[in-house]
């Protein structure tokens, strides 16, 4: 069931007239640059999620809140959809834009407003990328924790929206954990401060409400994030395993032992190859798993939690155990987790990346059930785990060009996310529910709890216009999504068993 | 993987639930009513939630229990404590009324807070009782999930508002190997100097406060930086005591008979003047003040550093949450009447018109 905007499940869209809108935008907003030509909007078409697209009917680039604020209460009268885009590395399609809609591209807002290393914050415009804040805030030895792997390019805005993760999530939190305060317009272009300069602020916790919400609750105009000290050390363990299950159980025994790792990662074989080819990092080519262990803080303890891991993985079974020898090798060490991704991609055309999260006992099970999926659907599965947070990457490998295997990809990846929410997890961790998985949201929730979604939505956004079908499906589309899996004669590629 | 099953009562909650939607009827949700000190008074009938409690499950290799919302704060802090682990949230357990959904609804942290998070960020997943009637899951057992909104965080501090919270999953943590408390000399002036300073950088630090009289810092870690810590701060060691007894307001400061304010401030506000006694807690960032001053006095002053102020003292301020502002009140008004449409739940507890 194909994941783009449906009306006839997902909602009938306002029907907007372009060239009066555009004509009024003109006006209204001179100063501030619209693209509405064929070629102008191709750019835009789609983000992080590249295999659906679709042109938005304009795309805008506002420098000044005042620009974002006008247009809002425009397109609020105009009944307009707007869908917001930050830097467009998103990966769940939350940015995908509508054919009747507006794009409101939030990238320009590029400045760093304050840093205050006595208060241990800093105050940026929502365009700002992930790393530029760290490295603003090198000079106090402070930095912003959560780093997705997109980092460098991703902004701030997107990592609010989505509540974006890293690889260091298990000790220092996600984006969520991270902020203090958000600015935000409301869909009628009203101005609204959630959160705080004081750690908490009253009434309910909106700014936690509002943080992963997608833009589909409002847009973010300006973010306060916490800084915290740089970790005085960092070092990198690499273990090999002969199994997989055994790699999962060392990491409960090293939480067993009181020890939380600043990043805790797996890679599984295939990963490990792809890796090891492309990067060259040292790691163990014949291992079936490899955890990466780092430690992180003050340097005795670090020192002394060096130690203890290693017992504790040898104890595990690991086969072998090496300590990064010094900063350049954990650099290396590093350097092929964090390119696991592109790495992968060069064993194949192309590669759908997913997101699921288990409770880590059932890491071995769900290994087996990828491993059988990948089987039964021909397509090989490399996984890459935040083993510490359980929080899955399969990598599922295709080639778009051979007619059928985007959708099969698609289809397995379904059924991965499946797998995870059968085991008590959820289908995404940090890459957010976008289009990409609005389809597997019917199997994480039931309909009471997609209607107080629903509800959740309608209390910020009566008429629907900010970012319309993403995030929560509507109880039409699970409706016809269910009838789908019960009736299997409606799938596509009915010649593949899978039942 | 210990699992227990000590009583679900669920069904008996969503009944009375149901009977008091179908004569919409307010309940006044309560578990030990530890907290009934705090916030507006509501009028009606009690939803008591001590007899759904037990632990639902708890494996501490995932760092994630489950509970019922019934459950004694102390109970869960027991089981944890024989695995080596806590909640990082240090919340006052009010000599052991109170219950872990009443936690979450209040949403109140003790001194860990500023170093290790406050309640709602523990909160990995809920089951709650809606104003359509309904028990409802959100969230789950595991550290990171972005699939819907995020109601269970929403629901930390909510005060009943919003539902009946039934169940709670937390993440929670291994016990620090180390622990020591120091007390140094100092004025508030200075000690708010220091900890904006020390702040920077990355000493092991667990809680800090003044009392008027001395800093008050812990250290929490491994052997090798909290005893770094120590030989670079000095001063003299503390009783450990010490944090129990502010966690659980039981300090002779809190004895004093003027009301009580809790203060929430930017961490590096210097000393705040107003009338009366101030204990500094959180590093800075949250200041209780025993004091008679005007409430509109109090909230001026601490709206002027970008703070707010509640009064912890029954009865004595009509409106003991800081005010809203106008479209914030507005966005409360409409998100109660999305999930609490009849307004059963606690109504005018947090804000009259919610």
């Known amino acids: ?499 | 993987m210990v699992v227990r099953h000590d009583a679900d009562a669920s069904a008996a909650l969503l009944e009375q639930v149901n009977h008091a939607l179908n004569s919409s009827a307010a309940l006044r949700i309560q578990g030990g009513n530890s907290k009934a000190f705090l916030g507006r008074k509501v009028e009606g009938d009690v939803l008591d939630t001590r007899a759904h409690r037990g632990i639902v499950s708890y494996d501490p290799t995932e760092l994630v229990i489950t509970a019922r919302a019934g459950t004694p704060l102390a109970e869960l802090a027991a089981v944890l404590d024989e695995a080596g682990q806590m909640l990082t949230c240090e919340p006052a357990q009010f000599d052991g009324a109170a219950t872990l959904g009443g936690m979450v609804a209040s949403g109140l942290s003790g001194p860990r807070r500023p170093w290790s998070g406050a309640v709602r960020d523990l909160v990995l997943g809920t089951r709650l009782i809606t104003g359509m009637g309904k028990h409802l899951r959100f969230g789950g057992e595991v550290m990171k999930n972005v699939a819907g909104y995020d109601l269970s965080r929403l629901l930390a501090g909510s005060f009943g508002c919003l539902g009946v919270i039934t169940e709670v999953s937390l993440k929670v943590l291994p016990k620090p190997r180390q622990c020591l408390s120091l007390r140094l000399e100092m004025d508030a002036a200075l000690a708010l100097q220091k900890l904006a300073e020390w702040g920077q950088q990355p000493i092991p630090l667990s809680a800090a406060s003044h009392d008027g009289k001395a800093l008050h810092l812990r250290l929490e870690g491994g052997e090798g930086s909290v005893a770094a810590a120590r030989e670079r701060l000095g001063g003299e060691l503390l009783e450990s005591a010490y944090w129990a007894g502010l966690r659980e307001q039981r300090l002779s400061f809190f004895a004093d008979p003027r009301p009580l304010w809790r203060l929430s401030v930017p961490s590096h506000t210097g000393v705040l003047a107003l009338p009366g006694e101030q204990l500094i807690d959180w590093g800075g960032a949250q200041r209780w003040l025993k004091s008679d001053a005007d409430a509109v006095l109090i909230r001026q002053a601490v709206a002027a550093v970008d703070g707010h102020a509640t009064c912890f003292t029954a009865g004595h301020c009509d409106n003991p949450f800081h005010p809203l502002a106008a479209p914030l009140l507005r966005y409360h008004r409409q998100l109660k009447t999305q999930l609490d449409p009849q307004g059963i739940f606690n109504p005018g507890r947090m804000y009259a018109e919610v």
Not at chain 1, 204 to 231: C, H, Q
Not at chain 1, 448 to 454: K, Q, S
């Open chain 1, 1 to 499: 069931m194909s994941i783009l905007y449906d009306e006839r499940v997902d909602g009938v869209l306002p029907k907007v007239d372009k060239s009066a809108l555009l004509a009024e935008l003109r006006e209204q907003l001179p100063d501030m640059d619209v693209l509405h030509t064929q070629e102008d909007l191709k750019p835009y078409e789609c983000d992080g999620l590249s295999a659906y697209t679709t042109t938005p009917m304009l795309v805008v680039l506002p420098e000044r809140i005042e620009q974002v604020e006008r247009l809002l209460k425009l397109c609020y009268q105009r009944n307009v959809p707007v869908v917001a885009r930050g830097a467009g590395t998103g990966l769940s399609g939350g940015a995908l834009p509508l054919e009747q809609g507006i794009l409101l591209v939030m990238a320009r807002f590029k400045h760093i407003i304050e840093v205050n290393p006595e208060g241990r914050y800093a105050r940026v415009q929502p365009g700002v990328r992930n790393l530029a804040i760290s490295q603003a805030a090198a000079p106090y030895d402070l930095y912003y924790a959560p780093d997705p792997s997109s980092q460098i390019a991703c902004s701030i805005g997107g990592n609010v929206a989505e509540n974006a993760g890293g690889v260091h999530c298990l000790k220092y939190g996600l984006t969520v954990h991270n902020l203090l305060k958000v600015e935000i317009l409301t869909v009628e272009g009203e101005r609204m401060t959630l959160g705080s300069d004081a750690l908490d602020s009253p009434g309910f916790d909106l700014l936690a409400l509002f943080t992963g919400s997608e833009g589909m609750l409002g847009i973010i105009t300006e973010v306060t994030v916490k800084l915290l000290p740089k970790p005085q050390v960092a070092k990198v363990l690499l273990a090999s395993f002969d199994s997989v299950e055994k790699a999962g159980r060392a990491v409960g025994e090293i939480i067993a032992a009181g020890i939380i790792p600043g990043g805790l990662e797996m890679m599984d074989n295939l990963a490990i190859r792809a890796a090891e080819d492309f990067i060259h990092a040292g790691y163990p080519v014949d291992a079936e798993a490899i955890l990466l262990c780092e430690l992180d803080g003050v340097e005795a303890d670090v020192h002394d939690e060096c130690d203890r891991v290693k017992v504790v993985l040898i104890q595990a079974g690991a086969t072998e155990v090496r300590l990064a020898r010094d900063e350049a090798e954990r650099v290396k060490f590093w350097a092929g987790r964090k390119n696991a991704f592109p790495a992968v991609g060069r064993l194949s055309p192309d590669y759908y990346c997913m997101d699921g999260t288990i409770p880590r006992r059932e890491l071995p099970g769900v290994l087996k059930g990828i491993s059988d999926l990948s089987e039964e659907f021909g397509l090989r599965v490399a996984n890459v785990f935040h083993a510490g947070d359980g929080n899955m990457h399969p990598l599922i490998l295709f080639d778009a060009n051979q007619p059928g295997e985007l959708d099969r990809a698609e289809t397995l990846g379904g059924k991965i996310l499946e797998l995870c929410v059968k085991v008590g997890g959820s289908i995404t961790g940090e890459h957010g529910v976008g289009r990409e998985k609005i389809n597997q949201m019917c199997s994480q929730f039931n309909s009471d709890e997609l209607i107080l979604f629903h509800a959740v939505k309608a209390a910020f956004d009566p008429s629907g216009l900010l970012n319309p079908g993403k995030n929560i499906p509507t109880l039409h589309r699970c409706a016809e999504f269910g009838s789908m899996h019960v009736h299997h004669g409606k799938l596509p590629f009915p010649e593949l068993e899978r039942f």
